[in-house]
């Protein structure tokens, strides 16, 4: 898809080649489609803390874009009075704001080292090869967008590989070719952990704070065994701690400041006084004052 057919065109006569709208009118039109939802988003923060609202609202952007494109970010400047600078730093930073038309399916392999040892490099070159895409392109259909992931924290899993940050645990190159293909198809196969799949709009409305109203959308799934074992042992073993009761109430600790005054006003900025484990270490102390 390009760039031209992205962006939306009005014809300038038969066999001419459409317009580009610019990115101004694409976010015109962004705000009379999310207006109302990035009001409810910046109305959550304090209204000397709007700024704060950024991150839902590049997610909130993303679920209607399908990335956070230059129109969303134009959006994300004008509904929060920022310029378009301030706002590309937050969307590069962090990784699930995808720069460019991403696919329906994000699928992220992670090939650091557990997964890599279990077999996720090949199960990431057994997908690329299979796709026709490498790390961070998308199918010719617009479906599936592949990636390298350093680490998904699952190495109790491994190797694994998400779709839309949902997990597929223990997967092989024909598991995992099997995956994108059903995906491809239409379907929706289900997550090791978790609810039904959603799309990558889905996951993102999702994120900027909205409920998804599939009834599938929420589901009671159990943790995997790997993650229960230490539970299982310790019951097994009768190991406890001593004095437990988990029907105790977790009290705050004496010096902290009342539920009443959090807020905008307990924001205080941080203090410059460098950390306690910056201190020497006492052999360090010793041969100073030795000198």
């Known amino acids: 898809m390009t760039e031209t057919q992205l962006n939306g065109a009005s014809a300038s006569g038969?066999?001419?080649?459409?317009?580009?709208?610019?990115?101004?009118?694409?976010?015109?039109?962004?705000?009379?489609?999310?207006?109302?939802?990035?009001?409810?988003?910046?109305?959550?923060?304090?209204?000397?803390?709007?700024?704060?609202?950024?991150?839902?609202l590049l997610h909130l952007v993303q679920s209607e874009e399908g990335y956070v494109s230059p129109a969303g970010v134009e959006f994300c400047a004008q509904v929060l009075g920022l310029n378009k600078a301030?706002?590309?730093?937050?969307?590069?930073?962090?990784?699930?704001?995808?720069?460019?038309?991403?696919?329906?399916?994000?699928?992220?392999?992670?090939?650091?080292?557990?997964?890599?040892?279990l077999g996720g490099q090949q199960v990431y070159d057994t997908l690329s090869e299979h796709l026709g895409v490498g790390h961070d392109e998308t199918?010719?259909?617009?479906?599936?967008?592949?990636?390298?992931?350093?680490c998904l924290a699952a190495c109790d899993y491994g190797p694994v590989l998400t779709v839309n940050y949902d997990f597929f645990d223990q997967v092989d190159p024909d598991t995992a070719v099997a995956l994108v293909n059903e995906l491809r198809a239409g379907g929706r196969p289900q997550p090791a952990r978790g609810g039904r799949l959603c799309t990558l709009k889905e996951m993102s409305l999702q994120l900027a704070g909205f409920a998804d109203p599939r009834p599938e959308a929420v589901a009671d799934g159990a943790a995997g065994d790997p993650t229960l074992r230490g539970l299982r042992l310790a019951q097994q073993h009768g190991?406890?701690?001593?004095?437990?009761?988990?029907?105790?109430?977790?009290?705050?600790?004496?010096d902290s400041a009342p539920a009443e005054a959090a807020g905008a006003g307990a924001n205080r900025p941080a203090?410059?006084?460098?950390?306690?484990?910056d201190a020497p270490k006492p052999q360090e102390q010793a041969l100073k004052e030795a000198k």
């Not at 709208?21 to 039109?29: I, L, T």
């Not at 010719?140 to 390298?148: F, M, N, Q, R, S």
């Not at 190991?239 to 004496?254: Q, R």
């Open 239 to 254: 190991i406890s701690v001593a004095g437990f009761d988990p029907n105790t109430p977790i009290k705050a600790p004496a």
């Open 14 to 56: 038969p066999g001419n080649v459409p317009a580009p709208r610019s990115s101004v009118d694409r976010a015109e039109d962004l705000v009379e489609k999310l207006s109302e939802r990035a009001k409810e988003i910046i109305a959550r923060y304090p209204a000397d803390r709007s700024r704060s609202a950024l991150l839902p």
């Open 86 to 117: 301030q706002v590309g730093a937050v969307a590069s930073f962090y990784t699930m704001y995808k720069r460019r038309p991403t696919g329906d399916w994000l699928v992220s392999v992670c090939t650091n080292t557990m997964c890599n040892v």
């Open 271 to 277: 203090s410059d006084r460098k950390p306690a484990g």
């Open 139 to 150: 199918t010719p259909d617009g479906k599936v967008t592949l990636e390298h992931a350093e």
